[in-house]
């Protein structure tokens, strides 16, 4: 599973064609959010922003996460989210942007 980083002062950063980024999320997710993935405990209510920390190539991506743990200002600790909870941010726009990087070291897929 990829490690990833919260990414501090996101706040303003839209998605030009979703309505907030749990709804991006769950558009290309196809699932509901459930859980929060930093804290596991509260309902996922927004959209949080997160990068690799491993294999950082300056993408951010979107994980459903609680209000008070997005909301925290500075970096949490790396977690681990699995593959199909992390949605790139570009998603919407795939077409424009050469993402092609599925054959990532710090992936690997396990049914849990
Ligand atoms: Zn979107
Ligand atoms: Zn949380």
Request: aromatic content about 8%.
């Amino acid at each position: 599973m990829p490690v990833v980083v919260n990414v501090p002062g996101t706040e303003n950063i839209k998605c030009s064609c979703c309505e907030s980024w749990l709804e991006h999320w769950k558009k290309h997710s196809k699932v509901e959010p459930g859980k929060c993935r930093i804290c596991r405990n509260a309902d996922a209510e927004v959209g949080g922003h997160v990068k690799r920390f491993i294999n950082d190539r300056g993408q951010m991506f979107i994980v459903p996460l609680c209000q008070k743990c997005n909301s925290r200002k500075e970096q949490v600790d790396s977690f681990l989210v699995a593959q199909e909870d992390f949605i790139y941010t570009g998603a919407c726009f795939e077409d424009l942007t050469d993402i092609s990087d599925t054959d990532d070291a710090d992936t690997e897929f396990c049914d849990g």
